[in-house]
């Protein structure tokens, strides 16, 4: 299974960015978690946003009030709105998945090491 993620660019602080991620190939179950990670130059891998198993979301308390995650129309998408953003919120975003996943859990899904199946990322840019 491939992740493909889309929508990056640049935008003035304020603005908003839609991203996209769909995945390729079939997943072993239906019981998908996706999720949204980032990396700012010169820091770590942060999750940013899960949906986790029956579907609930969960946020980066940095994001909460400003990002939206939700489920893509195709299956095994998901997508994230990003609105009021922040030069801070510039990075390189990255899609993450896992199959047979039963958790919703922010102390489980917020970790890389969760998740099998990773996109190669879109770098978002945020001026001040």
């Known amino acids: 299974v491939d992740l493909v993620e889309s929508g990056g660019g640049s935008v003035q602080a304020g603005g908003s960015l839609r991203l996209s991620c769909s995945a390729s190939?079939?997943?072993?179950?239906?019981?998908?978690?996706m999720a949204w990670f980032r990396q700012a130059p010169g820091k770590g891998l942060e999750a940013v946003a899960v949906i986790g198993y029956e579907s609930v979301t969960i946020y980066a308390e940095s994001v909460k009030g400003r990002f939206t995650i939700s489920k893509g129309n195709a299956k095994n998408s998901v997508n994230l709105k990003m609105n009021r953003l922040e030069p801070e919120d510039t990075a390189v975003y990255y899609c993450?998945?896992?199959?047979?996943?039963?958790?919703?859990?922010?102390?489980?899904?917020?970790?890389?090491?969760?998740?099998?199946?990773w996109g190669q990322g879109t770098q978002v840019t945020v001026s001040p």
């Open positions: 993450a998945a896992e199959a047979q996943c039963l958790d919703n859990q922010w102390y489980y899904l917020k970790e890389r090491a969760f998740y099998e199946y």
């Open positions: 190939g079939e997943f072993v179950d239906n019981d998908v978690c």
